[in-house]
């Protein structure tokens, strides 16, 4: 994976963004990208992906990752979708296949600020029903390596946590499969 620090964006730079991110619309967004991860720092951008209650996104790792936050070290179930702000992750990483570098599976043109889904909020995407967990999702050295120092104290600054800037966590619920331009729509 590329992580050349020519690409890496300066504060100002991340600053300017901000009102682009925070104009993300709130009830009905866009699918903008479906990224597994087969193997550590290994990437596949999908067109169509499918959602499992008990794998996630299929074939991706996250069942064989496991975590020390559950008391038999197995996959945590609150952290089974990772979810990016597409706006985000452009001011950040910038042309979209540098996106995946984030290590996520899902960018979503969709505000996904707490205060606009908080956790328990049921978004539909293709045919299938994912829920915001409030398992923190958080920048992390990876994250400073590939997009800067920057960009980490971006996205965990207090503004870029009330904004989840770094990304949310969901959980399956309604198992479907899912495709690059699919509507991202809010439940009531």
Same mark, same amino acid.
């Given at each position: !994976? =590329? ?13 300017? @963004? ?6 993300? %619309?709130?009830?009905?967004? *866009? ?6 991860? %087969? ?30 936050? *559950?008391?038999?070290?197995? %996959? ?7 979810? !990016? ?7 950040? @990483? ?8 984030? +290590? ?16 328990? =909020? /049921? ?9 915001? *967990? ?13 997009? +800067? ?9 207090? =503004?870029?946590?009330? #904004?989840? #800037? /770094? +990304?949310?966590? @969901? /959980?399956?619920?309604?198992? +479907? ?7 991202? =729509? /809010?439940?009531?």
């Amino acid at each position: !994976m =590329t992580t050349d620090p020519a690409h890496h964006r300066t504060a100002e730079e991340l600053e300017a @963004a901000l009102d682009h991110i925070r104009q993300a %619309p709130s009830d009905h967004g *866009t699918l903008e990208l479906i990224v597994r991860r %087969p193997a550590v720092d290994e990437r596949e951008v999908l067109e169509v992906g499918h959602l499992s209650l008990e794998k996630g996104l299929v074939g991706d790792t996250w069942a064989q990752r496991g975590s020390s936050k *559950t008391p038999d070290g197995g %996959p945590l179930l609150d952290a089974q979708i990772n979810i !990016m702000n597409a706006r985000t992750i452009a001011a950040v @990483a910038g042309p979209i296949d540098r996106w995946a570098l984030a +290590g996520d599976q899902l960018y979503i043109d969709l505000d996904i600020s707490t205060e606009t889904l908080p956790p328990g =909020t /049921r978004l539909a995407l293709g045919q299938a029903v994912i829920e915001v *967990t409030a398992e923190p999702h958080t920048g992390c050295q990876k994250f400073s390596s590939r997009f +800067g120092l920057a960009a980490l104290r971006f996205v965990n600054s207090p =503004t870029g946590r009330a #904004l989840n #800037l /770094r +990304g949310i966590n @969901a /959980r399956v619920v309604h198992p +479907g499969p899912i495709h690059q331009g699919d509507s991202v =729509t /809010r439940l009531p």
